[in-house]
T-cell receptor, first 114, second 113 residues
Framework: KAGVTQTPRYLIKTRGQQVTLSCSPISGHRSVSWYQQTPGQGLQFLFEYFSETQRNKGNFPGRFSGRQFSNSRSEMNVSTLELGDSALYLC????FGQGSETQYFGPGTRLLVL | GESVGLHLPTLSVQEGDNSIINCAYSNSASDYFIWYKQESGKGPQFIIDIRSNMDKRQGQRVTVLLNKTVKHLSLQIAATQPGDSAVYFCAENPQAAGNKLTFGGGTRVLVKP
């Protein structure tokens, strides 16, 4: 069974631009979560989607948004990019998003904002 | 806010020795704990998990211990190998929170030959 895939793997943008990242969960998984990883803040939860609905949200500004499609694939969007948005963005999936389910991570998308 | 933390940022261990990585958590509502391993250029890889109704769980060469009294979690790696060199994160998922992991800061394990 294929793992979580994320595209693109690397991205360079300039301040003020917007970016869309994509995540395909493990087949059959319906919950997709997004995390931001930076050297300074570590791994931080962005949001979780289940059945095309945002179910949980972390403490990030409204510039960070996401959505989930009927096939469980998910995208996240960051508008008006800032230098501090440079990070590794990780996607994780699990079957139903129940609290004690294992979440499996993708390789991440490394975003550099210049 | 409540968070999960680690005591040691870097752990150097001789190949073949046992490794112990510690983690403190502060959310008493946490019901589920996970250890992840992250190698350079890769996403976190699941190692082992434990629920709050257990105090010990064993996997292949790894053991997780949970002490709810002092809110402490540890990961023991037996016979550490060069391939174990990575950053290890503990994470907690509060009960009924769905998928909303809170991660510790990470511990880098360096295995010396």
């Amino acid at each position: 069974k294929a793992g979580v895939t994320q595209t693109p793997r690397y991205l360079i943008k300039t301040r003020g631009q917007q970016v869309t990242l994509s995540c395909s969960p493990i087949s059959g998984h319906r919950s997709v979560s997004w995390y931001q990883q930076t050297p300074g803040q570590g791994l931080q939860f962005l949001f979780e989607y289940f059945s095309e609905t945002q179910r949980n949200k972390g403490n990030f500004p409204g510039r960070f948004s996401g959505r989930q499609f009927s096939n469980s694939r998910s995208e996240m969007n960051v508008s008006t990019l800032e230098l501090g948005d440079s990070a590794l963005y990780l996607c994780a999936s699990s079957l139903f998003g129940q609290g004690s389910e294992t979440q499996y991570f993708g390789p991440g998308t490394r975003l550099l904002v210049l | 806010g409540e968070s999960v933390g680690l005591h040691l940022p870097t752990l150097s261990v001789q190949e073949g020795d046992n490794s112990i990585i510690n983690c403190a958590y502060s959310n008493s509502a946490s019901d589920y704990f996970i250890w992840y391993k992250q190698e350079s250029g890769k996403g976190p890889q699941f190692i082992i998990d434990i629920r709050s109704n257990m105090d010990k769980r064993q996997g292949q060469r790894v053991t997780v211990l949970l002490n709810k009294t002092v809110k402490h979690l540890s990961l023991q790696i037996a016979a550490t190998q060069p391939g174990d060199s990575a950053v290890y994160f503990c994470a907690e998922n509060p009960q009924a929170a769905g998928n909303k992991l809170t991660f510790g800061g990470g511990t880098r394990v360096l295995v010396k030959p």
